[in-house]
């Protein structure tokens, strides 16, 4: 499997961001779709209706997200 590692620079505050990227609800709203997803490092997510599943690796509070992404037939 290739590696890809992407960071972004956000104009807002760590923790709208946060919420944005974790919590299923605030998810929902801003990609319009039910979304997978629980703050427990070795959980599973999906996203798009299963268009985009994952693992997350590593949560600091309104700090870091480390998820592992698979698209597709990658998994």
């Known amino acids: 499997m290739k590696s890809f590692k992407k ?8 923790s ?9 609800y605030t998810i929902e709203l801003w990609s319009g779709y039910p979304a997978q997803m629980s703050s427990e490092p070795g959980s599973e997510f999906s996203l798009w209706e299963g268009d985009i599943t ?21 998994i």
């Open 54 to 74: 994952g693992r997350n690796l590593e949560f600091i509070q309104d700090k870091k997200l480390v998820q592992e992404w698979y698209f597709g037939d990658q």
């Open 16 to 24: 709208d961001v946060y919420a944005s990227l974790t919590n299923p």
């Open 7 to 14: 960071s972004f620079k956000i104009k807002a505050e760590p």
